[in-house]
């Protein structure tokens, strides 16, 4: 449903934490349409954080100019202070 970059390690992590999520929202709704509306709404933020991190460092390593690494480090250090908190994400109990 979402594109990781190549780095990071994200793909596996994300994919891991994504079947936990959705495993108890069907778990404990009756309906399909309820539990992967539930599993969206959980997941939303943590991918577009990810998604986020991954868009400026991946920016920050392939361009030349230096107006736009200057931007993608200023995103990074506003946006992503704790260089390893995307991980020590819960994703809570199956």
Avoid: N, W
């Avoid at 979402?2 to 994300?14: A, H, K």
């Avoid at 309820?34 to 361009?63: C, F, H, N, P």
Wanted: hydrophobic share 45%.
């Amino acid at each position: 449903m979402y594109v990781m970059g190549p780095f990071l390690g994200q793909g596996g992590s994300i994919a891991l934490e994504d079947a936990i999520v959705l495993a108890r929202c069907l778990a404990t709704q009756r309906r399909a349409e309820v539990a992967l509306d539930q599993y969206i709404g959980e997941r939303r933020m943590r991918l577009v954080q990810i998604s986020t991190k991954t868009y400026a460092i991946g920016t920050l390593l392939e361009t030349s100019s230096v107006v736009v690494k200057l931007l993608c480090i200023v995103l990074k250090v506003i946006f992503f202070r704790d260089r390893l908190g995307h991980t020590r994400y819960d994703c809570g109990h199956l």
